[in-house]
């Protein structure tokens, strides 16, 4: 998993931050999906790599449940976590118990939270009553 990553961590296009994230998402029948973070002179449509992945596998028909982990990589030396806009797609389309795992570049430093530990408080479709 963590060379995979290497390898798609060049394909991120962030000529902006130059901050460049890869991720994996590992659906429970063995499928994975790959994304980038993409960014474009108009930021607000730009997309982060966890997204990217989790909108592919959404995409080919998996649902919430289908959704094992996702694996995150940075090119630093400290394991990344997604952003809050991330976190609200993880929250409606993951379950809690999703587990994140986020490695440094070198895979060294590796960090894993679930779903749940990243969004406490969160507002979800329980909240507007939609199923
Ligand atoms: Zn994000």
């Known amino acids: 998993m963590q060379e995979r990553l290497r390898e798609?961590?060049?394909n991120s296009y962030a000529p902006l931050s130059n901050y460049k994230v890869a991720a994996i998402v590992k659906c429970s029948d063995g499928?994975?999906?790959?994304?980038?973070?993409?960014?474009?002179?108009?930021?607000?449509?730009?997309?982060c790599a966890e997204r990217n992945a989790l909108y592919s596998a959404i995409a080919q028909g998996y649902k919430k449940n289908d959704i094992e982990s996702i694996y995150i990589m940075n090119k630093?030396?400290?394991?990344?976590f997604p952003c809050f806009i991330c976190r609200q797609a993880l929250n409606d389309l993951c379950n809690p118990e999703t587990f994140i795992v986020s490695f440094n570049y070198k895979g060294t430093n590796t960090v894993s939270v679930t779903v749940k530990d990243l969004c406490p408080f969160s507002f979800g479709e329980e909240d507007l009553n939609v199923k």
């Open 31 to 47: 499928n994975t999906f790959e994304g980038v973070n993409i960014e474009t002179t108009s930021p607000a449509s730009g997309v």
């Open 76 to 80: 630093g030396e400290k394991p990344c």
């Open 8 to 10: 798609l961590l060049e």
